[in-house]
Nanobody
């Protein structure tokens, strides 16, 4: 049984930082692309950043480039998202997800191309 669990969300002031973590079990973490997605109230789920199984390449949506950094530690089966210079518009539920397909499978920012999801962790940025 695949389990994906996010942690690290919270309330932060604009300009602050948070680091999200995600652990995945029940799958070969090191052989699968991973990604972070978010969904704000009344909006569709969107891809934030994704990373290939090896750690490169990575991709990010334009609105977070230069502020958010995705990384992974395959020895610990853990995915990270370092979020700096947070803005109120970053407020959302953040989800970690795995895209199963083997070590050469590219990551994707399209939620429809993702196989396993966590329950999410809430990030709230106050102005």
């Amino acid at each position: 049984q695949v389990q994906v669990v996010e942690s690290g969300g919270g309330l932060v002031q604009a300009g602050g930082s948070l680091r999200l973590s995600c652990t995945a079990s029940g799958l070969s973490f090191a052989n699968n692309a991973m990604g972070w997605f978010r969904q704000a109230p009344g909006k569709e789920r969107e891809g934030v950043s994704c990373i290939s199984a090896s750690g490169t390449p990575t991709y990010a949506t334009d609105s977070v480039k230069g502020r958010f950094t995705i990384s992974r530690d395959n020895a610990k089966n853990t995915l990270y998202l370092q979020m700096n210079s947070l803005k109120p518009e970053d407020t959302a539920m953040y989800y970690c997800a795995a895209r199963v397909g083997g070590p050469w499978y590219p990551c994707s920012l399209d939620p429809a191309r993702t196989n396993y999801w966590g329950q999410g962790t809430q990030v709230t940025v106050s102005s």
